[in-house]
């Protein structure tokens, strides 16, 4: 279970953020001594995956999925990208939340006031559940009478994989498959892609 100070928003009046006590009274100073356990948790209860195959023919396509269910990690990353008062040291790129910054009042968003200090609460974490298309793979055997017996080839079949092709989430960092309780900017698996042809001789 996760715990840690709950966020509770943005003060629409004058853009300043609002956490709960422990009381759970609304507060709009910060401090660790509000922390409790927080409805969240950084192991999922269900995970798994299934797969499917398909044969038309000479032709043959698999597929291979994962998901995990409920699950919540830290998005540390956001010291960087949610943070304005860290400046763009390194080449740091913000967030496009940030357009929904608090400007006037009544203004109703969840991202509180220009130069407001950076603080570590519930806010950071993002469920990480999701359904990915982890494999694909097409193959296909060309036709055996394209090979006479005496050839030196005697078969060929052609094929495609495609890797992390699809992914549905909600998680608000890179990638949800990351293992651990924070993300901490690490780079997401990326897309991969190979073609072959293998020969039968």
């Given at each position: 279970e996760v715990f840690d100070v709950k966020y509770a928003g943005v003060d629409p009046r004058d853009g300043s953020p609002m956490w709960y006590d422990a009381e759970n009274n609304i507060t709009k100073t910060f401090s660790t001594s509000h922390s409790q356990w927080l409805d969240k948790s950084f192991v999922a209860k269900w995970s798994?995956?299934?797969?499917?195959?398909?044969m038309l023919g000479n032709l043959s396509i698999?597929?291979?999925?994962?998901?995990?269910g409920d699950r919540w990690?830290?998005?540390?990353?956001?010291?960087y990208t949610s943070?304005?008062?860290?400046?763009?040291?390194?080449?740091?790129?913000?967030?496009?939340?940030l357009l929904n910054m608090w400007q006037e009042p009544g203004d109703i968003t969840d991202v509180p006031k220009a130069k407001t200090t950076?603080?570590?609460?519930?806010?950071?974490?993002?469920?990480a559940a999701f359904l990915r298309l982890k494999n694909v793979s097409v193959s296909?055997?060309?036709?055996?009478?394209?090979?006479?017996?005496?050839?030196?080839?005697?078969g060929a079949r052609v094929y495609a994989i495609g890797r992390n092709l699809w992914t549905l989430t909600d998680y608000l960092g890179f990638d949800p498959e990351h293992f651990g309780n924070g993300?901490?900017?690490?780079?997401?698996?990326?897309?991969?892609?190979?073609?072959?042809v293998e020969l039968t001789f």
């Open positions: 798994g995956g299934f797969g499917t195959s398909l698999a597929a291979d999925f994962s998901w995990i990690m830290w998005l540390n990353e956001r010291f943070n304005l008062n860290f400046g763009t040291v390194g080449g740091t790129r913000y967030e496009r939340r950076f603080e570590f609460d519930s806010s950071l974490y993002s469920n296909y055997n060309l036709p055996s009478n394209l090979f006479g017996n005496g050839n030196f080839i005697q993300s901490k900017g690490t780079y997401p698996g990326t897309r991969q892609y190979t073609f072959g």
